[in-house]
């Protein structure tokens, strides 16, 4: 898994590629939906995501979501993996 989460080659081929990166650490709402619509048609988009997922990336949009989006998925896929090893056991 530690490759995984080290790989970055993904990024050279993502829409936010020639973008400056403070673009996608807005301060306000507009700025998170300006990069989202970015992310949107991102081939690479799902990468993205799983990257700032796995390495706990608090700040920005990643993979077309905000940080509070994150820490509900990160939350969601920690009880669904609860529930499912209590349904083993």
């Known amino acids: 898994m530690k490759a995984e989460v080290l790989d970055t080659n993904w990024m050279a081929a993502g829409n936010c590629a020639n973008k400056s990166p403070d673009f996608f650490f807005p301060s306000d709402g507009v700025g998170v939906e300006l990069a989202r ?53």
């Open 37 to 89: 619509q970015v992310c949107e048609t991102c081939p690479v988009k799902m990468q993205c995501l799983e990257y700032a997922l796995a390495n706990r990336i608090d700040h920005g949009v990643w993979g077309g979501t905000s940080e509070r989006e994150r820490r509900r998925i990160l939350k969601r896929r920690g009880a669904e993996r609860r529930a499912a090893a209590q349904a083993v056991s």
